[in-house]
């Protein structure tokens, strides 16, 4: 099975509108943590925001806030009042730690277009 | 260094040459990743490094792939006798601690280093 799954085809938003990007997760650990990622036609790789399983409250870093589910294993990501920089490609990302080993796994990515 | 820095950025090699990619991590980070991407694709996790310790090699696709990280600080991965389907962006990540799964632990990529084999 994978353990990230992002299977929205590409999205599209009318800016100032808010979006929601899909992520399903699969671990059996009970310790994880949960990370989005932003990479813009430059290729970047940007760090957006983080989740940890045991964090209470959904994570929120400006604009972006994730909807963490734990129950059903979702983390969705939230993007409010789109801007034209937000075009980009989105990923997922879940790291689990065992031991020593510290395995960060990424999904296939969604690809975002805001419309102005 | 203030983020992470991977050296050549891009790179055009013939097929049958060894490729050497490097990686400096932020500066004090014990922990160093290596991915490979390709095109449209999601990060491929090829190998993980805590300090000087390769603690997981399984994402290396064959044995013409290794990667050391000898002092704990740079990593180089290698390639030896390159193929055309080697070619993808190679991305190094660190990251502060390796095993704490609070907020702030963030893993940093770097720029990444692009790959044609031809």
């Known amino acids: 099975a994978q353990k990230i799954t992002q299977t929205q085809p590409g999205m599209f938003v009318q800016e100032k509108e808010a979006v929601t990007l899909d992520c399903t997760y699969d671990?059996?650990?009970?310790?994880?943590?949960l990370f989005w990622y932003k990479q813009p036609s430059s290729g970047e790789m940007i760090f957006l925001i983080y989740?940890?399983?045991?964090?209470?409250q959904n994570a929120t870093e400006g604009r972006y806030s994730l909807n963490f589910q734990k129950a059903r294993k979702s983390a969705n990501l939230v993007i409010s009042a789109s801007q034209l920089g937000d075009s980009a490609m989105y990923f997922c990302?879940?790291?689990?730690?065992?031991?020593?080993?510290?395995?960060?796994?990424f999904g296939k990515g969604i690809t975002l277009s805001v419309r102005p | 260094g203030a983020g992470v820095s991977q050296s050549p950025r891009y790179k055009v090699t013939k097929r049958g040459q060894d490729v050497a990619l490097r990686c400096d991590p932020i500066?004090?980070?014990?922990?160093l990743y290596w991915y490979r991407q390709a095109l449209g694709q999601g990060p491929e996790f090829l190998t993980y490094?805590?300090?000087?310790?390769?603690?997981?090699k399984s994402g290396l696709p064959n044995d013409r792939f290794s990667a050391e990280r000898p002092e704990g600080s740079i990593s180089t991965l290698t390639i030896q006798r390159t193929e055309q389907r080697d070619s993808a962006m190679y991305r190094c990540?660190?990251?502060?601690?390796?095993?704490?799964?609070?907020?702030?632990?963030?893993?940093?990529f770097g720029e990444g280093s692009w790959l044609t084999v031809v």
């Open positions: 671990t059996s650990d009970q310790s994880y943590g």
């Open positions: 990302a879940m790291r689990e730690v065992t031991g020593a080993n510290s395995k960060l796994t």
């Open positions: 490094f805590n300090y000087e310790a390769q603690q997981d």
């Open positions: 989740q940890g399983s045991y964090d209470e």
């Open positions: 990540a660190s990251s502060s601690r390796p095993t704490v799964l609070t907020g702030g632990n963030t893993i940093y």
């Open positions: 500066s004090g980070h014990v922990s």
